[in-house]
C-alpha cells in the first residue's frame, strides 16, 4: 500500500530533551513538508523540502531542525530550544512543487512532562 | 492579520440538510484552494481542490470558487452524522512553492 507513515504515534519528552520524529512515504513524492496543530489553531508549517538534499525554514522554523538524505524520508528533530513543543506533529508529501495537492501522515502527538 | 480566515463555529446542521463551510482569503494571487476534513485526533484528509473560479462537483461535496470576492466554500448536501468533523480551508499562496496556509477550520456537527 502507498502512504505516508510517521512514528512514534505518541512520544513524551522531558523538558531539555531532543527528539527526533519519522516520516516515511512510498508515494514517489518529491515535496515534503512538516506541519504543527495546536488546539483551536490551523497548522502552520515548521519547514518543507522540495528535493532531496534541500529543504526550507517556514513560518516557525525555530527549535526544529531537519534533513532531507532520501526522498522517502524526511526526520524532524524537536531540540530543547523549543519552548513549548506539546502539538501534534503532521508530516505530508506532495508529488512536487506548484498547486499539487498535499497527503497527510497520521501525526505525532508529542507531550512535554 | 490572518490570511487565511473560518468562522470556527460549530456549525450544526440536521441529518439530510445542506451544511456551507464558507472560507475567505487576503491575498489576491492565491491559485490553489484545498478542503480537508479532520475527524478529532486524526490527521487531515483531502476532500476536494479547486483552482478556477465557478464550482466543482465531487458527490455530495460541491466545492465554489470566487477569486473577484476572494472566498471559497464547501457544500455538503444531504449531510450524515458521519460527516460531523472539522473541515480546514488551505490557500496555496503566489509564490509559494507549494506552500499551503490553513484557516483555523470550521467545526461542523450533523445532529439527528
Known amino acids: 500500500d502507498g502512504g505516508i507513515t510517521q512514528s512514534p504515534k505518541y512520544l513524551f519528552r522531558k523538558e531539555g530533551q531532543n527528539v527526533t520524529l519519522s516520516c516515511e512515504q512510498n508515494?514517489?513524492?518529491?515535496?515534503m513538508y512538516w506541519y504543527r496543530q495546536d488546539p483551536g489553531q490551523g497548522l502552520r508549517l515548521i519547514y518543507y523540502?522540495?528535493?532531496?538534499?534541500?529543504?526550507q525554514k517556514g513560518d516557525i522554523a525555530e527549535g526544529y531542525s531537519v534533513s532531507r538524505e532520501k526522498k522517502e524520508s524526511f526526520p524532524l528533530t524537536v531540540t530543547s530550544a523549543q519552548k513549548n513543543p506539546t502539538a501534534f506533529y503532521l508530516c505530508a508529501s506532495s508529488i512536487a512543487a506548484g498547486r499539487d495537492t498535499q497527503y497527510f501522515g497520521p501525526g505525532t502527538r508529542l507531550t512535554v512532562l | 492579520q490572518k490570511e487565511v480566515e473560518q468562522n470556527s463555529g460549530p456549525l450544526s446542521v440536521p441529518e439530510g440538510a445542506i451544511a456551507s463551510l464558507n472560507c475567505t482569503y487576503s491575498d489576491r494571487g492565491s491559485q490553489s484552494f484545498f478542503w480537508y476534513r479532520q475527524y478529532s485526533g486524526k490527521s487531515p484528509e483531502l476532500i476536494m481542490f479547486i483552482y478556477s473560479n465557478g464550482d466543482k462537483e465531487d458527490g455530495r461535496f460541491t466545492a465554489q470558487l470566487n477569486k473577484a470576492s476572494q472566498y471559497v466554500s464547501l457544500l455538503i448536501r444531504d449531510s450524515q452524522p458521519s460527516d460531523s468533523a472539522t473541515y480546514l480551508c488551505a490557500v496555496g499562496l503566489t509564490g509559494g512553492g507549494n506552500k499551503l496556509t490553513f484557516g483555523t477550520g470550521t467545526q461542523l456537527k450533523v445532529e439527528l
Open positions: 523540502s522540495q528535493i532531496v538534499n534541500d529543504f
Open positions: 508515494l514517489n513524492h518529491d515535496a
